[in-house]
């Protein structure tokens, strides 16, 4: 499968390019950085620490898109949707870990999607999506009285908050109790708040240091509390899973598709 990754130079488009240097069943073709990026011209497997893979880095996301299969984007909301266009007129699969997007953004992904495949996942790890379906079990299962808490952790130079993961797992909790996450969202608490509201969903987040990225989710009753959890140890296993969706996805009809799609979590 014939792969680009926009966002070549960043530190995720890197693990992304050595990625699909160690997968099999796909190969490299085109390395995107934004017009006039100190990296336009080196090889790309070079500038993600492996041997020449003969892909020189370019500003050219329709040439590149017109070569390929399909591209990895973990970049940022606005470019993505760039991308989603250039995908969809290009007719190739579109791969989605980047996070911050508002509604306005899926709105467009959602309109791209009708002309080509896409997932996206705030998450690209198989314990994650995991994860969040037990989430949507144990929230569909427990009422309302248990109140539901997701408390995240990142490293200090992250930019968006909560996480895209967080977001991910407060969409499995919303989605357990059929409700709208938009509805029930608590992003933010300060000052006399008052009273935690029945069936409201709370998000903290946290930052600091070079914690990779550590969820929580917490389902406190009267009298006991359950905590299920993951712990990111490795960002490779972003990459390595958008890979494993890029190869999943070769060949899907126009879509919008999600990581529990591609592993196969939507029955648990």
């Known amino acids: 499968m014939r792969l680009v990754v926009v966002g070549a130079a960043g530190r995720m488009g890197r693990m992304l390019i050595?990625?699909?240097?160690?997968?099999?069943?796909?190969?490299?073709v085109g390395a995107i950085e934004r017009p006039g990026s100190a990296v336009i011209g080196a090889d790309a497997g070079v500038l993600a620490g492996v041997p020449s893979l003969g892909v020189t880095v370019t500003s050219d996301a329709?040439?590149?898109?017109?070569?390929?299969?399909?591209?990895?984007?973990?970049?940022?909301?606005?470019?993505?949707?760039?991308f989603a266009d250039l995908a969809a007129e290009a007719g190739i699969l579109h791969v989605v870990g980047t996070t911050g997007l508002e509604p306005a953004h899926l709105a467009r992904l959602t309109e791209a999607a009708r002309r080509t495949p896409i997932i996206r996942s705030g998450n690209m790890s198989l314990g994650v999506n995991l994860l969040a379906a037990l989430v949507r079990k144990v929230a569909a299962t427990l009422g309302t009285e248990w109140?539901?808490?997701?408390?995240?952790?990142?490293h200090r130079?992250?930019?968006?908050?909560?996480?895209?993961?967080a977001v991910l797992l407060g969409e499995a909790a919303?989605?357990?109790?059929a409700v709208d996450l938009a509805q029930?969202?608590?992003a933010v608490?300060?000052?006399?708040?008052?009273?935690?509201?029945?069936?409201?969903i709370g998000f903290a987040a946290l930052r600091g240091g070079t914690v990779v990225g550590d969820h929580k989710v917490i389902f406190a009753g009267a009298g006991e509390r359950l905590e299920l959890a993951h712990v990111a140890e490795d960002r490779s296993l972003f990459a390595q899973g958008a890979v494993k969706a890029a190869l999943w996805g070769r060949g899907r009809g126009a879509g919008?598709?999600?990581?529990?799609?591609?592993?196969?979590l939507d029955t648990l």
């Open 18 to 28: 050595r990625a699909i240097d160690q997968a099999e069943g796909c190969r490299l």
């Open 147 to 154: 109140d539901i808490e997701i408390v995240e952790m990142h």
């Open 189 to 200: 608490r300060d000052g006399i708040t008052g009273a935690r509201e029945p069936g409201t």
């Open 184 to 186: 029930h969202r608590v």
């Open 256 to 264: 919008l598709y999600s990581m529990a799609d591609v592993l196969g």
């Open 157 to 165: 130079m992250k930019v968006d908050a909560p996480s895209g993961t």
């Open 174 to 177: 919303a989605q357990g109790r």
């Open 62 to 82: 329709a040439a590149a898109f017109a070569a390929a299969d399909g591209v990895l984007d973990f970049t940022a909301p606005d470019a993505t949707i760039a």
